[in-house]
């Protein structure tokens, strides 16, 4: 490991931004410049769409949740399948495992190899991606015991902490993501 992932100002769960050492060695841009940039329309461009599907997927299965609490209990099961929360959330989750998955064995590889200075930030996008599958398996089974017998308020209102929970990491990952990888789609196109 290239960096020690748990520390508070690494880790997805209590990190504010990215820490300085790994700002440091991102590629030279701007934000607020991207979408200007001739090279936008092609990768840089389709991985915002595919984060901003993903947390737009995220927020709305957490409100979709939410609706559930106050929901009588008698109701709840009738009010999941008309939201059709089961089958949008399952297709939420695996869609940003598969990206997690393309990532980690497709791009990150060879970012590394490219840009070996961009290893700690890498490293941290890494730790990320472990913290999110977990957390998204948690709401994976969180969700699919809504099926089963009686659903009680104590198991609706944990799925709600793990959903938030997820909306959240979820959009310090993305955002600190694009911060790495961003610049280097733009520079290749
Ligand atoms: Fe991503
Ligand atoms: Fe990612």
Do not use: C
């Not at 890498?122 to 709401?139: F, I, P, R």
């Not at 969700?143 to 929970?165: C, E, F, S, T």
């Amino acid at each position: 490991m290239l960096l020690d992932y748990d520390l508070p100002k690494h880790h997805v769960n209590t990190r504010k931004a990215l820490p300085k050492s790994i700002k440091e060695t991102l590629l030279e841009s701007t934000r607020s410049e991207w979408k200007k940039h001739p090279r936008f329309g092609g990768k840089a461009n389709f991985f915002m769409n595919i984060h901003r599907d993903l947390l737009n997927g995220s927020a709305k299965m957490s409100l979709a949740i939410e609706e559930l609490l106050d929901v009588p209990q008698s109701e709840v099961k009738g009010a999941v399948k008309s939201m059709n929360l089961l089958p949008f959330s399952r297709n939420l989750i695996g869609f940003a495992h598969h990206h997690h998955e393309i990532e980690d064995h497709g791009y990150f590889p060879q970012f590394a190899l490219l840009y070996p200075e961009l290893d700690r930030g890498l490293s941290l996008l890494d730790g990320d991606h472990k913290v999110l599958d977990a957390a998204l398996d948690e709401t994976q089974i969180a969700l699919d015991n809504l099926k089963g017998g009686q659903v009680n308020r104590d198991h609706l209102a944990k799925l709600h902490a793990g959903g938030k929970a997820l909306e959240k990491i979820l959009n310090r990952h993305i955002w600190d993501e694009e911060e790495v990888i961003i610049p280097i789609f733009l520079r290749h196109g």
